[in-house]
Antibody
Framework: QVQLQQWGAGLLKPSETLSLTCAVYGGSFSNYYWTWIRQTPGKGLEWIGEINHSGSTNCHPSLKSRVTISVDTSKNQFSLKLSSVTAADMAVYYC?????????????????WGQGTTVIVSS | DIQMTQSPSSLSASVGDRVTITCQASQDISDYLNWYQKKPGKAPKLLIYGASHLETGVPPRFSGGGSGTDFTFIITSLQPEDIATYYCQQYESLPYAFGQGTKLEIK
């Protein structure tokens, strides 16, 4: 059974860089889209971006200039960095597995999730 | 970007009630739509994919339908454990987007 375990600093000062890592246990690392999502009180759930095992990424345009998503296939881990954080970045951040199947009609789901990390931004 | 609008934003119902949530996309997304359940302190849980397909292990009292821009999510007989916030999510195009959520409470 696949499990995702995430970790990272939960208390940041404005302008610092958020850094989170998610490890994948018990399953294949290939053929999935490893995804970051956050939940903010004001905006609900927000898709941040994704990466595949080859390192190809997609990011939300509103965050693209500040987001770096990377992958370490030797450790079955992927990471999120969000630079220049502000109070608007306070949220619970989740990692998730994105699974795609079907051709030509396709399905995409985020079916396995990490436990979430609460990030607070305060001076 | 595609915008997803859910209604209502909150809903109070009794155990055994039929509950309906709607989700509207700002443009045609065919049936590239999922529904998730989110409980406080827990990660979201996938319930419905492809607008109408029940995820494995999810009770059949949950169902979904619709296509194009208008979608529905139904709980046929509300149970106490269904208290949660429900989100639709489109995957027709990037960036993937969620609705703002519908908070379901027991009356």
């Amino acid at each position: 059974q696949v499990q995702l375990q995430q970790w990272g600093a939960g208390l940041l000062k404005p302008s610092e860089t958020l850094s989170l890592t998610c490890a994948v246990y018990g399953g294949s690392f290939s053929n999935y889209y490893w995804t970051w999502i956050r939940q903010t009180p004001g905006k609900g759930l927000e898709w941040i971006g994704e990466i595949n095992h080859s390192g190809s990424t997609n990011c939300h345009p509103s965050l693209k200039s500040r987001v770096t998503i990377s992958v370490d296939t030797s450790k079955n881990q992927f990471s999120l960095k969000l630079s220049s954080v502000t109070a608007a970045d306070m949220a619970v951040y989740y990692c998730a597995r994105g699974r795609v199947w079907g051709d030509p009609y396709f399905y995409f789901v985020m079916d396995v999730w990490g436990q979430g990390t609460t990030v607070i931004v305060s001076s | 970007d595609i915008q997803m609008t859910q209604s209502p934003s909150s809903l109070s119902a009794s155990v055994g009630d039929r509950v309906t949530i709607t989700c509207q996309a700002s443009q045609d997304i065919s049936d590239y739509l999922n529904w998730y359940q989110k409980k406080p302190g827990k990660a979201p849980k996938l319930l419905i994919y492809g607008a109408s397909h029940l995820e494995t292990g999810v009770p059949p009292r949950f169902s979904g339908g619709g296509s194009g821009t208008d979608f529905t999510f139904i709980i046929t007989s509300l149970q106490p454990e269904d208290i949660a916030t429900y989100y639709c999510q489109q995957y027709e195009s990037l960036p993937y987007a969620f609705g703002q959520g519908t908070k379901l409470e027991i009356k």
